[in-house]
């Protein structure tokens, strides 16, 4: 029996496929600094461009 979970449990973790996070260009609200990053950086910063597939924000 824990043999069978433990097969079942590593087929699962192996179908598991996650692809990359999106990047997007966030700009400052107070500056207008332009940034490309993959997480919000914080509430000074809106986001306007994206999703792109790379760290340059181009497509």
Do not use: H
């Amino acid at each position: 029996m824990v043999l069978r979970s433990f097969t079942l449990l590593a087929l699962l973790a192996g179908s598991a496929n996650a692809g990359p996070a999106p990047w997007y260009k966030y700009r400052a609200m107070e500056g207008g600094q332009v940034v490309c990053v993959q997480i919000d950086p914080g509430p000074q910063f809106q986001r306007f461009a994206g999703p792109y597939q790379n760290a340059g924000c181009r497509p």
